[in-house]
């Protein structure tokens, strides 16, 4: 692959996802009446499920952190990236501080996992948003849950 090569699908993938794929989902799944992001979204930003996928809110989040962080420290990806944490943190957890996997609208559980899935990208996600945002508590958060997850993955 040539250098010239190379440039063009990093031009194409850097735009497609800046001027197209971030648009829609900032422009459509962010839900302000009830917190979080919803993700079953038409082509056409239809609302098609309102259930909520934990794990899909880390990665959002992460994505949202690690391009204030990496490509521009734009105050509309910390805000929203704030506005997924804030969700997370009210809504992801339960009381043995494990994470559900999937919650309504509003927020109450629907499906709780035996595996950490939802954990590691939440993990991610609180690590990126802690650099993004200089929120000690973020960094903590992140820590506790990969010392959660590096638990299940050694414990028999």
Same mark, same amino acid.
Not at 65 to 92: K, M, Q
């Given at each position: 692959?040539?250098?010239?090569?190379?440039?063009?699908?990093?031009?194409?993938?850097?735009?497609?996802?800046?001027?197209?794929?971030?648009?829609?989902?900032?422009?459509?799944?962010?839900?302000?009446?009830? =917190?979080?992001?919803? @993700?079953?979204?038409? %082509? $056409? &930003?239809?609302? !098609?499920?309102?259930?909520?996928?934990?794990?899909?809110?880390?990665?959002?989040?992460?994505?949202?952190?690690?391009?204030?962080?990496?490509?521009?420290?734009?105050?509309?990806?910390?805000?929203?990236?704030?506005?997924?944490?804030?969700?997370?943190?009210?809504?992801?957890?339960?009381?043995? =501080?494990?994470?559900? @996997?999937?919650?309504? %609208? $509003? &927020?109450?559980? !629907?499906?709780?996992?035996?595996?950490?899935?939802?954990?590691?990208?939440?993990?991610?996600?609180?690590?990126?948003?802690?650099?993004?945002?200089?929120?000690?508590?973020?960094?903590?958060?992140?820590?506790?849950?990969?010392?959660?997850?590096?638990?299940?993955?050694?414990?028999?």
């Amino acid at each position: 692959m040539t250098p010239e090569r190379i440039e063009e699908l990093i031009a194409c993938y850097r735009d497609g996802l800046r001027g197209d794929t971030l648009p829609f989902w900032t422009g459509h799944a962010v839900d302000r009446e009830h =917190g979080g992001f919803m @993700f079953c979204l038409d %082509r $056409d &930003g239809t609302v !098609l499920d309102t259930d909520k996928g934990m794990w899909a809110h880390g990665r959002f989040v992460w994505l949202l952190s690690t391009l204030y962080n990496a490509v521009e420290p734009r105050a509309e990806w910390l805000e929203l990236a704030t506005h997924g944490v804030d969700f997370i943190r009210r809504c992801g957890f339960d009381d043995d =501080g494990r994470m559900f @996997f999937s919650v309504t %609208r $509003d &927020g109450l559980p !629907l499906r709780k996992r035996r595996y950490v899935f939802t954990e590691s990208f939440a993990c991610v996600a609180l690590a990126a948003y802690a650099k993004a945002s200089g929120e000690s508590r973020a960094a903590d958060e992140a820590r506790g849950l990969w010392n959660l997850f590096r638990k299940y993955m050694t414990t028999p």
